[in-house]
């Protein structure tokens, strides 16, 4: 029942944004669209995805989303008439062949569901001897489909690249506060006690807690994404109260700008060992003599290597824009 | 019978709503929103696909026996950080589109661009080979 | 060592590209970026060899059975597909340094590099795994790097092309996605060969059609099928000058190779082309393609626009090849794939080359440049004939074996008009050709002279291909054929 | 004793949520942006307080316990310093607040500084 | 043996390229290589009368047709005409280049070479897929002989020559060409035609129609305008075209198509030759007239070898043994006198750089040889006994006769009348009209003399070549007998 409300917020907060010509609110409606999304799948126990959505959905693409406004202006035309029939007669085609398609669906939630049928039962039963921790999630993440995480970490260091060729590296010596919404006339930090109090508070406990999440990530929800998000989402703190000046000096852009490759090469390397110790690329057990110590190793590296290039990523791309935003 | 496959059918909607801003709105920022929304749109069907009725999250703990499937918990972890890396450099180069041509309203850019296929391109040219 | 083959030819280039990214200095990224992917295409070869005469090579990644861990399939005609990726991939990348040089800073070199290699790491990624969802995984690192190189493009409008590009781009993955999850919905695995299995029976299930039809939408959208290619010219067009070569040569194909193995191994034949008369739609599409493509390209007044409509009407041989659905077609479409690669990727660089000196791809820019680099525009004129199809090219090749597949079909119009575009190629490759050697130089182009070897060699390279592939078939067409057979389910 | 504990929970948790639709529809009746940023901040601290406490009594153990706790505090903390700083930036901004007549304080020592030149 | 046929012309040529400092000997080498070919290809008769064909299969580009050489009569006796003729064209090339002193010889006899090695490879394709192959080479290897000059109707005259052949080789030959391999999954040529059988009566006239017009270099009437537009060449790349290398190739390719493709008496039944006679027989008479109002002398001669070419093609359609073995003669003689008339006005451009007839008058006395060689030649081209032309022009109307088309002979006769019409006033205008007054005033100060020797020696060879045909007339036609070796 509680996805179905949530559901029909969705609903509402979509139909919003379509309407919506002032961007600002726009934005802040993709982040309350995230975390209602972080609520569903916390409904439909998809907890470690919840975690992420909630920490990338809502956290990073907002604050990307908001240096991109700051930069480029908050106001955007409405759609002319005109514009609005064909790409609805496109979306109603595909929506229609959609709604063709959900008649044949297994029920939703339906226990006997071919889904539930052929491979996920062997996760369930055989990951606690097979890989070892008990979150089911994080061993398939790490061991049963490595490859595809590996691939995950090459999507975030392809866009950091990306993102770095655009924008440079955030390395011109700019001395600029934080955009103020209105545009007011500087105020002297006197006036952030507040903020500055709260943020000492917190900031630490955030940093604290993205690296109980990096090693808790085999017991708990949590992993590598989750606590690369985390950590990023509090320097972001830290540079939105504090100025973007004390967090390049704090994490300098020219050397942070290596860390994604070393966390990809840290994944990296792990396969290899295991490949030059003969079992195939990304194969944790033989990488210590007994394979289940094996696998938990090469988890918990892979996650630490994961962690640093997202974490790294996220940041960097966040000094890239604010860089631009002059 | 409803409840059976509403999930879906909010799920179809909101891809539909996603497509829609993508397609018919002419600020560029505004078509990264929709892509994102499409995006995760697509992500709930995937998780709403690994629901049993009655499991609890896959973390082995003593005493549960019925789980929700993992599987699709691990296409989708990946899946959301695609989608931020593409609105990450969706994002960067509307912000590089704004700083060459001053706008970010689709139509504003096309008439520039026609523009510039009438602007000499000879002229264009020796700033060009001037540099 | 060998047994490790299919993980080192996808790790060579994806390990050079962090290392590179690290490298300040770009000769040294540029020689570790070259390195990595001259060893890549040794060890493709060394693929090939394994794979020649029909056996598969199947790789568990992560030392786990196929349908719960991920697996490596590849067969001949993956090998051949990682073989055009790679071997394209180090002769473009060796020209790529001398067009880079006075436009970037040193660091934004090894950036450049560092997109290259995810780039063709992603691609070769594409073409071995047997997962579906990795497919969709390495698909999106390809179109990501895809569009950063694209964006660095010399002119502004590259930047518009760039995330007209993406958004397309990302509408397409996505829809491959859902169509992903449809097939995991009603089959419960991932694993392409598994799904093979379990897809035929469940036919007339509604989720497997609504599934392939979502999937051949997504890959028209990257193949640039007929309706679906709008991205394609400007793209191409504003790209930085030599990564249009790489890309023209290997983005597309790698798409249309996906398209071919899940239109005939994981939906099977008779479902995607019985059942679903996908070939009803591909069919028209792809003639229209063609027409409509070389019909724009003579009209074109820019060098690379031209260039970049033909990709568009040669793809549309592609296609028409395969939904010929007889042996000739099909080996048309996969010996057309490896020929139309190769050949375009050297007129691109040729044009690069030119363009590099007379720093304007418009044609009446390009006067006389015949007898300023008589070598660079040598190799483009033997290029442009094998793209014509003059006999003894590799063009010819494919065009034979596809007009061959046209008549078997008794289809003798359809013959007529494939001829009939093969004469508008040779207008438009008549016109660049015509411009280069009999109109009169302009004045400030005087003192334009030849291109420097580091670009004139992979071009030449190029060209002698193009020959040695018009006469020497074995591996273009001989391979093109044996899949074919396998694929149709002709047991030879 | 359990019986004891789970009434007064109910209680807690009914007025909790009491509070959050009551500062729902302060939200949206509430005239000027002061006025709805006070509502903003009631739901966080009584209504998602007094949810909270209601929980804790439910806890079955410490561990539980001690993250809601933390949970809470975190909440309460994050939530209510950006609604003071979305105040004061509209403060900043010069935006005087309708219902009371007194005039915004930075108004004034602005006035002071530059002599009123009419 | 076969592979040095093939090569020698290319090594030739490569040659050539090499030594582009001295041109001396470039020269020889280049008629060294002539030689030794028209050796080789003598030495291939005792093989091919005894009855066996050498054949070599060089590459499979395609699964299943390679590009196969294999000599037969008809081949033969092509590559002999080219390979002989070609030791005399680089003679006279040599003394032409000499004489006007042209820029970029080297390129010229390169270009030269790899013609010839086109031509050879014609002459001995296995299949028709390797005649297609060697055809295009053809094309592309003359192109920069047409353009030799570089200036601007050198340019259009090229543009002309290059988009007519390409488009009809691709839009036509290569088109019916693919349609016999998915018909008949077989291109090779073979003794009595693979079609037979295979296809009906209105899809063979179309093929063969598509196969007549698909090959420009015959220049049948619709496709000829590319052969006037050549003349823009200098004369010893006309006479290769028009006699040598070019021309002949197209015509060889129709005669072989209709034998071994279609079958001598597959057409003869099916009637598919109908269409392409009737357009032979218009061509030939059109060219005729056309040459009549022609005043520049080698347009004239240009437009006397489109109407000869037409004779070839109708004697391939007629479909029996005289009218093949007519015209294959027809090819050998043609060949001869056309050469000697194309030398002669080199000759006369060498001494007097007069292109015009009429500017001709009273150069006979001046030029007894050339005039003497040119009136041999001309009588070859009509056709009158004393030359070799008599014998073609003999067995083409008895072929006709065979076949019943007495409008044929009638048109055959016509055009005779009309060749004479056209190349005797020549003759007659250069021995019997005095020298104009301006040039007698010149006769004296002895300016106009013969051409440079060794463009005068070719011309006389060239001439009592034709008279020699004639003698071995006889010899021709039984080695042509082999052709039908059932009859």
């Known amino acids: 029942m509680i996805n179905m409300v949530l559901l029909m917020l969705l609903l509402a907060s979509v139909y919003a944004i379509i309407r919506l010509d002032r961007l600002l609110t726009a934005v802040l409606l993709t982040s309350l669209f995230s975390v209602l999304v972080a609520s569903i799948f916390m409904v439909l126990d998809a907890v470690d995805v919840a975690f992420t959505e909630a920490a990338v959905g809502a956290g990073v693409s907002t604050i990307f989303f908001l240096a991109a406004l700051a930069i480029v202006g908050r106001q955007c035309k409405p759609t002319p008439r005109r514009k609005i029939i064909a790409p609805l007669i496109v979306v109603s085609a595909t929506g229609c062949v959609l709604l063709y398609a959900s008649l044949d669906m297994p029920r939703f939630g339906e226990p006997l569901a071919p889904v ?80 500055k109090e709260v943020a000492d508070l917190v900031i630490a406990p955030v940093l604290i807690f993205a690296l109980y999440v990096q090693w808790h990530g085999d017991f708990g929800p949590g992993g590598g994404f989750q606590a690369g998000v985390i950590f990023a989402s509090g320097i972001f703190l830290y540079a939105l109260i504090y100025g973007i000046e004390p967090a390049q000096r704090l994490l300098p852009p020219r050397r942070l700008a290596y860390f994604p490759a070393i966390g990809l090469l840290l994944y990296a390397a792990v396969g290899i060992i295991s490949m030059l110790r003969g079992g195939n690329f990304l194969n944790y057990s033989v990488l210590v003599n007994d394979p289940l110590h094996g696998q938990h190793y090469g988890i918990l590296a892979i996650e630490l290597g994961v962690g640093i290039t997202v974490a790294a990523v996220m940041i960097n791309i966040f000094f890239s824009f604010s860089e631009r935003s002059l | 019978m409803f409840t059976a496959l509403f999930n879906y059918w909010v799920v179809i909607v909101l891809m539909m709503a996603g497509l829609y801003i993508v397609m018919a709105s002419g600020h560029l920022v505004k078509k990264i929103i929709g892509l994102n929304i499409f995006q995760t749109s697509v992500f709930i069907l995937f998780i709403s696909m690994g629901k049993v009725a009655g499991g609890t999250a896959p973390i082995l703990k003593d005493g549960i026996s019925v789980f929700s499937n993992p599987l699709p918990h691990v296409l989708i972890l990946t899946a959301i950080v695609v989608g931020v890396a593409t609105t990450a450099l969706g994002l960067a180069i509307a912000v590089r589109i704004y700083e060459e041509y001053g706008t970010v309203e689709e139509d504003d850019i096309a008439e520039m661009d026609n523009h510039d296929q009438d602007l000499d391109i000879a002229e264009y040219q020796r700033i060009e080979s001037g540099k | ?46 693929l090939m060899a394994q794979v020649w005469g029909g056996h598969t090579i199947s790789y568990h990644m992560g030392g786990w059975p196929p349908p719960w861990g991920i697996e490596l399939v590849i067969d001949e005609l993956s090998a051949l597909v990682v073989i055009l990726v790679t071997v394209f991939a180090a002769l473009v990348i060796s020209a790529l340094r001398e067009s880079l040089r006075p436009k970037m800073r040193k660091h934004r070199h090894s950036l450049y590099y560092a997109a290259y290699l995810l780039c063709v790491a992603s691609l070769i990624g594409i073409t071995v795994t047997g997962d579906a969802f990795n497919v969709f995984v390495f698909l999106e690192i390809s179109s990501l790097s895809t569009y950063a190189l694209i964006a660095r493009g010399r002119d502004r409008r590259a930047l518009i092309a760039s995330f007209r590009y993406l958004v397309m781009g990302t509408i397409g ?15 419960g695995t991932l694993n392409m060969a598994d799904l093979a299995e379990r897809l035929p029976a469940l036919s007339d299930n509604r989720v497997v059609q ?22 394609l010219p400007n793209a191409y067009a504003y790209a930085p000058k030599a990564t249009t070569a790489f890309l023209a040569a290997t983005a ?107 720093s304007s791809s418009r044609l009446d820019d390009l006067a006389g440049i015949g007898r300023q680099m008589p070598l660079t525009m040598a190799a483009f004129t033997v290029l442009g004939l094998g793209l014509i199809g003059v006999p003894l090219t590799a063009g010819f090749v494919s065009k034979w074996y596809l007009i061959s597949g046209a008549l078997d079909k008794g289809w003798v119009p359809l013959a007529a008009m494939l001829i009939g575009s093969s004469l508008m190629a040779l207008i438009y490759i008549g016109k660049i050709i015509d411009v280069a050697y009999f109109k009169p130089c302009k004045p400030e182009h005087a003192e334009v002279r030849e291109i420097s070897p580091t670009i004139l060699i992979p071009c030449w390279v190029f060209a002698l291909m193009s020959i040695y592939f018009g006469i020497d078939t074995r591996l273009t067409a001989g391979v093109a054929g044996r899949v074919a057979e396998s694929l149709l389910g002709i047991s030879s | 004793m359990a019986l004891l504990l789970d009434i007064v929970s109910w209680i807690t948790l009914m007025i909790g949520s009491f509070f959050c639709i009551t500062a729902g529809v302060g939200l949206l009746r509430m005239p000027d942006v002061y006025t709805r940023a ?71 020592n602005r006035q002071k500084e530059s002599p009123p030149s009419n | 043996m076969l592979i040095a046929a093939l090569g020698l012309p290319l090594l030739g040529g490569v040659l050539v390229s090499m030594q582009s400092q001295s041109p001396n ?138 988009g007519i052949l390409l488009v009809t080789s691709i839009g036509f030959f290569l088109f019916a060409t693919l349609w016999t391999y998915a018909i008949t999954g077989t291109l090779d040529f073979r003794e009595g035609g693979i079609l037979s059988g295979h296809v009906g009566p209105g899809t063979a006239m179309i093929l063969l129609t598509m196969f007549a017009f698909g090959t420009g270099k015959a220049a049948l009437m619709p496709f000829h305008r590319w052969l006037p537009a050549a003349m823009v060449a200098p004369t010893p790349v006309s006479a290769l075209l028009h006699a040598v290398a070019v021309v002949k190739a197209g015509v060889f390719t129709i005669l072989k198509i209709s034998v071994y493709i279609f079958g001598v008496d597959f057409i003869a039944e099916t009637g598919a030759g109908t269409i392409v006679m009737w357009a032979a027989a218009f061509t030939l008479t059109a060219a005729s007239f056309v040459a009549l109002t022609k005043d520049n002398l080698k ?189």
């Not at chain 5, 299943?64 to 005399?88: R, Y």
Request: hydrophobic share 55%.
């Open chain 3, 210 to 231: 609504a599934s392939f039809a979502f999937f051949t939408v997504g890959v028209a959208l990257k193949v640039a099928i007929f309706p679906l290619h709008l991205w």
């Open chain 3, 252 to 358: 597309t194909k790698v798409s249309l190779y996906v398209l071919i193995r899940f239109l005939f191994d994981v939906y099977g034949l008779e479902f995607s082309f019985q059942q679903m008369r996908i070939d009803l739609l591909l069919i028209p599409l792809s003639i229209a393609g063609i027409l409509i493509a070389s019909l724009t390209a003579i009209f074109q007044t820019d060098a690379k626009k031209l260039l970049a409509w033909s990709s568009v009407g040669q793809l549309g041989y592609m296609v028409l090849g395969v939904a010929l659905l007889n042996t000739a077609g099909l080996t048309a479409a996969i010996a057309h794939m490896f020929n139309h690669a190769m050949i375009k990727a050297g007129l691109f660089l040729a044009l690069a080359a030119m363009i590099y000196r007379v």
């Open chain 1, 116 to 195: 539930h049928q052929h491979v996920a039962p062997r996760y369930l039963n055989d990951s606690a001897a097979e890989v070892g921790p008990p979150n089911i999630v994080t061993s398939v993440l790490a061991s049963y489909r490595g490859y595809d995480t590996f691939g995950e970490v090459g999507v975030v260091f392809t866009a950091f690249i990306g993102v770095l060729m655009l924008l440079g590296a955030g390395t011109r010596r700019t001395s600029i506060e934080p955009p103020t919404p209105t545009g007011a006339p500087k105020e002297s930090m006197r006036k952030k006690v507040v903020l």
């Open chain 3, 1 to 46: 060592m060998i047994e490790q083959l299919p993980a080192i030819v996808l790790l060579l280039p994806l390990l050079a590209a962090p290392i590179c990214s690290m490298i300040h200095n770009g000769d040294y990224a540029w020689y570790l970026a070259a390195a990595s992917c001259w060893l890549a295409a040794a060890a493709a070869v060394g």
């Open chain 3, 173 to 187: 993955a996505t829809f491959i996605l859902i169509s992903i999850g449809f097939m995991y919905m009603v089959t």
């Open chain 5, 299 to 487: 347009a004239r001669l240009a437009y006397s070898t489109v109407g000869q070419l037409s004779y070839v093609i109708v004697g391939a359609m007629l479909a029996n043994a005289a009218g093949i073995i007519g015209a294959t003669m027809q090819i050998a003689m043609h060949a001869m006198g056309k050469i000697t008339l194309f030398f002669c006005a080199g000759a006369i451009y060498v001494a007097t750089h007069k292109t015009e007839i009429s500017q001709l008058d009273g150069l006979g006395h001046k030029m007894p040889f050339t005039f003497a060689a040119f009136f041999i030649g001309s009588l070859s081209i009509i056709g009158l006994p004393p030359m070799g032309g008599a014998w073609s022009k003999w067995f083409l109307l008895m072929g006709s006769a065979d076949a019943g088309q007495w409008v044929l002979i009638g048109l055959l006769l016509l055009s005779s009348l009309l060749n004479i019409a056209y190349l005797l006033p020549i003759v007659g205008r250069g021995f019997f009209r005095p020298l104009p007054a301006d040039d007698a005033a010149h006769a004296s100060a002895n300016t106009i003399q013969e051409a440079p020797l060794n463009c005068v020696v070719p011309l006389c060879v060239t001439a009592t070549g034709c008279v020699a045909l004639f003698a071995f007339g006889g010899a021709i036609y039984d080695y042509l007998l082999l052709l039908f070796p059932k009859t």
């Open chain 4, 38 to 108: 006070h509502a903003g901040g009631m739901i966080d601290s009584m209504g998602a307080g007094m949810i909270f406490f209601g929980l804790l009594l439910q806890a079955p153990d410490y561990l539980i316990a001690i993250k809601l706790v933390f949970t809470f505090f975190f909440l309460l903390v994050t939530s209510l310093a950006s609604i003071h700083a979305l105040a004061q930036t509209v403060n900043v901004a010069g935006v005087n607040p309708k219902l009371a007549n007194i005039v915004n304080r930075l108004e004034k």
């Open chain 5, 25 to 162: 000997t470039r020269d020889i080498c280049s008629l060294v290589t002539a030689v030794l070919l028209f050796l080789l290809v003598l030495g291939f008769y005792p093989s091919v009368l005894a009855g066996n064909n050498p054949t070599l299969v060089l590459a499979e580009p395609i699964a299943g047709l390679g590009l196969k050489l294999t000599v037969e009569p008809l081949g033969l006796l092509f590559a002999t005409v080219a390979s002989g003729l070609w030791i005399l064209t680089t003679i006279y090339g040599v003394g032409y280049m000499r004489g006007n002193s042209e820029s970029n010889q080297t390129r010229f006899f390169f270009c030269f070479a790899i013609s010839i090695a086109a031509a050879i490879g014609i002459a001995f394709a296995g299949n028709l897929l390797t005649l297609f192959v060697f055809y295009e080479m053809l094309t592309l290897a003359t192109y920069p002989l047409v353009t030799h000059k570089g200036n601007a109707d050198a340019r259009r005259g090229g543009r002309t020559y290059l």
